[in-house]
Nanobody, 118 residues
Framework: QVQLVESGGGVVQAGGSLRLSCAAV????????MGWYRQAPGKQRELVAN???????TYVDSVKGRFTISGDNGKNTVYLQMNILKPEDTAVYYC????????????WGQGTQVTVSS
């Protein structure tokens, strides 16, 4: 059974940094893409960043220049370095992964809380 295990959330002051980590457990295949979603109270879940098997990355506009996604495809791990955090970054962050490029994410982590105080 595949599980995505996240770590690294917490509470930080505005302007600070956090690093999220996600590792897949129980896989015998390589994911095509891994990413990070977030969901703030009362808001829809949004894709923050993703990275594909070729190393191509995408970001939502609100985090460009502040967040960096990286990964180790061979180990099915993904990281999200978050700098210059803002209160509006406060959310539950979810790691996600998919096996097929043109389909949706089909594996999800349990979520980790990130709280940015002003």
């Amino acid at each position: 059974q595949v599980q995505l295990v996240e770590s690294g959330g917490g509470v930080v002051q505005a302007g600070g940094s956090l690093r999220l980590s996600c590792a897949a457990v129980g896989t015998i295949f390589r994911f095509n893409s891994m990413g990070w979603y977030r969901q703030a109270p009362g808001k829809q879940r949004e894709l923050v960043a993703n990275i594909d098997i070729g190393g191509t990355t995408t970001y939502v506009d609100s985090v460009k220049g502040r967040f960096t996604i990286s990964g180790d495809n061979g180990k099915n791990t993904v990281y999200l370095q978050m700098n210059i955090l803002k209160p509006e970054d406060t959310a539950v962050y979810y790691c996600a992964a998919k096996r097929v490029a043109n389909l949706g994410y089909d594996y999800w982590g349990q979520g980790t809380q990130v709280t940015v105080s002003s």
